[in-house]
């Protein structure tokens, strides 16, 4: 027997407007709340609701053997009571039926991570209970934004009383072992490390519509004995963006129609089963321990943080809004915090990454930024405004 | 009088300094009893007026027969530049079709009499208009042909006396309109290819610039620096070049200040962020003072090729708090900055003449110049450093910033030292340029 293991992430941030240099210190509101209710819809239309839609059929008809998680981030939430609650409706009903879980992450989807434990935590907390306060469920497994992982950041999601946590199953951590295993932290302390498995992730993530590509088009039957196939294997760990169904793979590529048929051709095989990643650790044990000294994530080719910190502009734009932690703490005010917090969605040093060649592609797609600069400076303005706001 | 004047932009869309100067020094010689025809590649709605005759190359009729014969006439005077000027079989005649073009190449070997007749008879009913940008694009240098093109048109059927050119798009219009009519042509260099590109000259822009200067009867520079550089680079005899300098309207302005929101200085880099301007160096002198001061506010405004280096530069040396970048400055937004600022700051490498500064100063806004800069001759009471000398640059904004009998000495005598640079004195002098050329 092996399983697979579904997990999307669901995402939204809150886009800056364009703000210029005389607002600073007049003009405090920074969101472009036409683009954000728009895109909101736009993805909800297209995504959202339709694939909500569709894992909720396949779990009915399959009376529950087909099993997914989710890990949905608070500034996402924000956006569905806002512009579009017919999505938290849709989410909650398939949280009811028992077959999904949901994963902790950080509230902002921030890189905070990497910078201030004491933030990490609170931000994870604070999407803790949101879950609670909007599904019912308390989250046991972790996923850190764009899987960011390291050793460190394992120690801190431990601490915090998660029992596992995903990461990409990047080479530079897995060497030769199988991501196809569970794995545990190297201090052996007990928080069991789901490996993606890239290669079919991405099969269906990236390359799905690719017609260059010499799989092309992938079938569920087709999908199904690949996975028949594999040897020395208990666990499938497909993750992927949640978009993936209906916004990166429009629904003219057939990738709804692929996620109809893959839980029949699954379950044709005889060997196969769905689990949620809870599900995961208490059916397999962990093999090996894994370290990861430096951080990993699951983006570009490199794995690494390249994406949103190395240059100048994300790393100084990044150093300042943490460099207001403790000023905007002793505030007390609960506004400033969240401001602030908001600043930190990992999306804003997304859009300064000047790496444009091959990813660069990918990047291109999610900026509504012309240049890297634009995106910098726009930044900078909103964060000096909330500065001298912070002084008063 | 009546002078034909040939300039690339007009009020109110303007990429910089050339478009208001025109603007202004037509107003004022209009003033004083000249009669101005204005052409321009393109004319748009709206576009300002100040009693000059405006012309839209854009707008200017055409049959085949006007254009062979122009290009012709350029042609066997061409040979001496060793530049090839229009080639009637570029792409360079619009909304041609298949037919006409086939026309156009191979009206020579019309076989038969009456086979050249009937094609000069639809050429002689076949109007065209070419249709011009009017900016600064990829296709500048056919845009600039087409433009001499045209003004060749407009010589043959407009009354003048005197040919008046502004910087190198309109010099091959001058030479062509000079060579049509035989009137006397003037050209007015308000920046040079040394200006905007140091010593990596772009070879196809000196070459215009050497052929209109050596057809002029006279060159106009905005400073002796440009004449210098007319003189030594463009191998002008000394007394074929004049200085005249810009003006700058003098209304009553009150300085009164806007209060910026940091409660800190502002000091202020206003201008195309391109080499010739020296951006780079304001980074470099926002850093050193920074080191010193963390009270003043660092703000680079303008766009241009340098814009993104300069973000990146900024980023890296972690001055991000105190240095901020505003993008092109629209109308209101440029007074608005002045006033804000505290110091104004041109370290342009290059500046042949720079209003900017004059407007600061207008604004009650002390300011720091580069002495490689034309407006450096003129004035005295603003600060004049190298544009390479950060220390100095860095002291005199320390000076400007904490010490106010500087501050307010030099805002008090620039202003009233402004008075004397103004259009009607630039006018009368142009004049009698006019004059000395047609005797």
């Given amino acids: 027997m092996k399983s697979i293991c579904f997990y999307f992430q669901v995402h939204q941030p809150f886009r800056l407007r364009p703000y210029k240099f005389f607002e600073i210190g007049h003009q405090h509101n920074y969101y472009d709340d036409v683009q954000n209710a728009w895109l909101c819809r736009r993805i909800a239309d297209k995504c959202y609701l339709p694939a909500n839609e569709t894992f909720l059929n396949l779990i009915k008809k399959y009376q529950g053997q087909v099993r997914i998680a989710y890990s949905i981030t608070g500034t996402a939430i924000e956006q569905f009571q806002r512009y579009t609650p017919e999505v938290m409706d849709s989410f909650r009903r398939l949280v009811d039926t028992g077959c999904v879980e949901l994963l902790g992450e950080t509230f902002m989807h921030s890189l905070a991570a990497l910078k201030s434990e004491n933030e990490f935590s609170e931000q994870v907390k604070m999407h803790s209970d949101l879950m609670k306060k909007e599904f019912g469920v308390t989250p046991r497994v972790f996923r850190n934004t764009e899987l960011i992982y390291s050793d460190t950041i394992g120690r801190a999601v431990h601490k915090l009383g998660f029992k596992a946590q995903l990461m990409e199953g990047a080479k530079q951590v897995l060497g030769w072992r199988s991501p196809n295993f569970v794995y545990e932290h190297k201090d052996k302390n007990g928080l069991r490390l789901l490996m993606k498995n890239f290669r079919l992730s991405d099969d269906i993530a990236f390359r799905f519509s690719q017609q260059s590509w010499s799989e092309w088009p992938l079938t569920a039957d087709k999908f199904a004995s690949w996975v028949h196939e594999l040897q020395d294997t208990e666990c499938i760990n497909l993750f992927m963006d949640y978009e993936t169904f209906g916004e990166h793979q429009w629904k003219e590529t057939g990738i709804f129609d692929f996620l109809n048929a893959l839980p029949e051709e699954i379950f044709k095989k005889g060997d196969i089963n769905f689990l949620t990643p809870s599900e995961v650790i208490s059916t397999y044990s962990p093999k090996a321990n894994i370290s990861s000294e430096y951080p990993v994530s699951w983006a570009d080719e490199e794995r690494d943080l390249s994406a949103w910190l190395g240059n100048d502009l994300q790393d100084d734009a990044f150093d300042r809004v943490y460099a207001l932690e403790q000023k905007v703490k002793a505030t007390e005010n609960e506004d400033l915090i969240s401001v602030w917090r908001h600043l930190q969605t990992s999306d804003n040093f997304y859009y300064m990454c000047t790496k444009w060649f091959s990813d660069g592609d990918v990047h291109k797609y999610f900026n509504h930024y012309n240049t890297p600069y634009e995106a910098y400076i726009n930044y900078m303005n909103i964060l000096s405004d909330f500065i001298l706001t912070l002084k008063k | ?439």
């Fill in chain 2, 1 to 439: 009088m009546r002078v034909l004047m040939f300039g690339w932009e007009f009020p109110p869309q303007i990429s910089g300094g050339l478009g208001t100067a025109c603007y202004a020094m037509t107003e004022a010689l209009i003033k004083q009893g000249v009669q101005i025809a204005f052409v321009v590649p393109k004319k748009y709605e709206g576009i300002a007026q100040n009693g000059s005759d405006i012309i839209g190359a854009n707008e200017t009729d055409m049959t085949f027969s006007d254009i062979r014969t122009i290009n012709d006439k350029f042609r066997t005077v061409n040979k001496n530049f060793n530049l090839s000027f229009i080639e009637v079989n570029s792409s360079l005649v619009p909304y041609v079709g298949q037919e006409d073009y086939y026309n156009i190449v191979n009206k020579r070997f019309a076989e038969t009499e009456s086979e050249q007749e009937s094609i000069r008879a639809e050429e002689r009913k076949a109007y065209r208009r070419f249709d011009f940008t009017g900016g600064y694009n990829q296709n500048l240098m056919e845009e600039v042909d087409k433009y001499a093109l045209v003004a060749g048109q407009i010589a043959k059927t407009q009354n003048f006396d005197v040919i008046h050119c502004h910087d190198w798009l309109t010099y091959k219009a001058g030479i062509v309109a000079k060579q049509l009519t035989g009137k006397p042509l003037v050209i007015h260099v308000h920046a040079t290819e040394y200006d905007r590109s140091g010593e990596n000259v772009n070879t196809q822009v000196y070459e215009i610039e050497k052929m209109g200067m050596n057809s002029a009867d006279k060159i106009i520079t905005v400073s002796n620096l440009t004449r210098r550089t007319v003189i030594n680079k463009y191998h002008q005899p000394v007394e074929k070049t004049v200085t005249v300098y810009n003006g700058i309207d003098y209304k009553d302005i009150l300085p009164h200040r806007i209060n910026n929101a940091f409660n800190k200085k502002i000091v202020t880099f206003l201008g195309r962020v391109t080499f010739q301007k020296g951006p780079d160096y304001f980074i470099e002198v926002a850093d050193k003072v920074l080191k010193m001061d963390k009270n003043i506010v660092f703000v680079l405004a303008g766009s241009g090729d340098m814009l993104n280096r300069m973000v990146a530069l900024v980023a890296k040396k972690r001055i991000s708090e105190n240095f901020f970048f505003t993008g092109f400055l629209k109308g209101g937004d440029v007074n608005r900055m002045f006033k804000m600022s505290d110091v104004y700051v041109m370290p342009s490498v290059s500046e042949p003449f720079g209003i900017s500064p004059l407007e600061a100063m207008r604004e009650g806004v002390p300011t720091i110049i580069s002495k490689q800069s034309g407006v450096a001759e003129i004035v005295s009471y603003a600060l004049k450093v190298d544009f390479w000398d950060i220390d100095a640059m860095a002291n005199a904004i320390y000076g400007l910033t904490h010490y106010s009998a500087l501050s307010n000495m030099i805002v008090k005598n620039g202003a009233t030292e402004i008075k004397k640079i103004n259009w009607d004195k630039a006018a009368g002098d142009i004049k009698e340029i006019y004059s000395s050329v047609l005797n």
